[in-house]
């Protein structure tokens, strides 16, 4: 039962990240450019909560702590590969 919460978990923490890219991408497709400060401030403001459930999960021995780090790094890296692209525009 453990393994299917720490599982529950982790694919509820995955789908926040993925909703913060579709966020992002939404946003930067149709309301404004990555150098405003509405971009920036989602953006941080949407990191940090999901930063804080990782850590909660982390805490509750739901989620491996390595894991949690490499689900925000993966974030990042797709974030800035879509600022990238998009600045290419």
Avoid: W
Avoid at 7 to 19: H, I, Q, S, V
Avoid at 22 to 51: A, H, R, W
Avoid at 52 to 59: H, S, W
């Amino acid at each position: 039962m453990a393994t299917g919460h720490r599982e529950r978990a982790f694919d509820l923490l995955k789908a926040d990240a993925d909703k913060i890219l579709k966020l992002i991408e939404v946003q930067m497709e149709n309301l404004t450019m990555p150098q405003c400060p509405l971009y920036e401030e989602v953006l941080d403001t949407q990191m940090f909560g999901l930063s804080r459930e990782i850590d909660f999960a982390v805490r509750l021995n739901l989620v491996e702590e390595e894991a949690g780090k490499k689900l925000l790094e993966s974030l990042e890296k797709q974030l800035t590969a879509l600022h990238d692209a998009s600045m290419k525009k």
